[in-house]
């Protein structure tokens, strides 16, 4: 088989489905790689799944079940509220399509479990949608840590969030049943996955959830979460929808010095390196600016592209996601009985079934 993007690689026909924000971007990537063609777009808006298949030289449909009928398409992007998700990806994968699921992979890690058995049955490549992990300033972090410029993990601490929308009140994600959850689900689960690539599987949730301003009946739009990993690893994080100014900030603290990765912008990032004085002497900083944070979405769908033509996927496995729907259900549970929650490592489960 060719490398990345040979010319000896075939194409593979790529469903979207779900033309909002995310799956306007995952059209564009799909039909800007050489290993992948856009086919066919869905959405029950006409008129947007229209405009987008007239830029891209795609079909358009209301419903995803034409999609699926369809025997020009191999691979499948589903990018829907919530509570379509599981269904949408489960009867992809029964017809043998690879499938890219958008996080949060499930309402629930009862409903993400069921889309990794179907996925092991089907035997195609199933992706969970955790775009941060390819933001470059988060890779440029990575490289630092796994390098063992901070040396050994003490803490993590993690901020992010947005004012929500001006319509927010009026879309799915104020839908208990649609969205399964608030800003922990949304925002929160980005964090816990960030989380998990650097510290590895949580194995202890404390939370607090608060409906501070927006009307969403019984969702949050505020989380605070505390983890405890292995090696007495804490990580701390708020997630919020009444950050005013968007805002993320992931900083990593090691007994050698921290890493501190910011941005207001989805263009630009900051990432700051520490290094800590010895002996009484006062730490030194560095500044790196990090531009083109958008290229984050063509290296998720090279990731795909690559793993869909045989090569190993490097982010959003399976057990990924269910490692991270599993704290966020915990979060969830500490936050309605007021005490600290143990957390199931499911990865080495996942394998053994």
Not at 296 to 321: C, I, K, N, Y
Request: charged fraction near 25%; hydrophobic fraction near 45%; charge should be neutral.
């Amino acid at each position: 088989m060719a490398g990345r993007g040979g010319p000896s690689v075939s194409r593979i026909g790529v469903a979207v489905i779900g033309c909002g924000a995310v799956g306007q971007r995952r059209a564009r990537t799909a039909a800007a790689d050489p290993r992948t063609e856009l086919r066919v777009v869905v959405d029950t808006d006409r008129r947007r799944s229209a405009g987008l298949a007239s830029e891209l030289g795609a079909d358009s449909v209301r419903d995803w079940r034409d999609a699926l009928a369809r025997q020009d398409v191999g691979a499948v992007v589903v990018c829907t509220p919530n509570a379509l998700l599981v269904p949408i990806s489960i009867a992809a994968l029964r017809t043998r399509r690879h499938v890219l699921i958008e996080k949060p992979m499930g309402r629930n890690a009862t409903e993400a479990r069921a889309v990794a058995a179907e996925a092991r049955k089907a035997g195609t490549v199933l992706k969970i949608g955790f775009n941060s992990r390819y933001r470059p300033g988060a890779v440029r972090a990575h490289e630092l840590y796994a390098s063992g410029f901070i040396g050994r993990l003490l803490q993590l601490r993690a901020t992010y969030g947005d004012g929500g929308g001006l319509n927010l009140e009026r879309e799915w994600r104020a839908d208990a049943e649609l969205a399964g959850g608030g800003e922990l689900l949304r925002h929160g689960v980005d964090i816990v996955d960030l989380f998990h690539w650097f510290a590895g599987p949580a194995n202890r949730a404390q939370s607090e959830l608060q409906n501070a301003f927006w009307n969403l009946g019984r969702l949050e739009d505020n989380a605070f979460g505390l983890l405890r990993f292995g090696a007495g690893v804490v990580g701390q994080f708020h997630v919020s929808m009444t950050e005013w100014q968007a805002f993320f900030s992931l900083e990593l603290l090691g007994e050698s010095g921290g890493l501190v990765l910011e941005s207001s912008s989805p263009d630009v990032e900051t990432l700051t390196v520490i290094r800590r004085g010895e002996a009484g002497h006062a730490s030194t900083s560095e500044k790196m600016l990090i531009e083109n944070a958008e290229s984050s979405w063509t290296a998720e769908w090279t990731d795909f592209a690559a793993a869909m033509h045989g090569e190993p996927l490097r982010h959003g496995l399976p057990e990924d996601g269910l490692q991270i729907i599993a704290t966020i259900d915990a979060l969830y549970a500490a936050a309605r009985s007021g005490s600290a929650v143990s957390i199931a490592t499911l990865g080495a489960d996942l394998h053994a079934r």
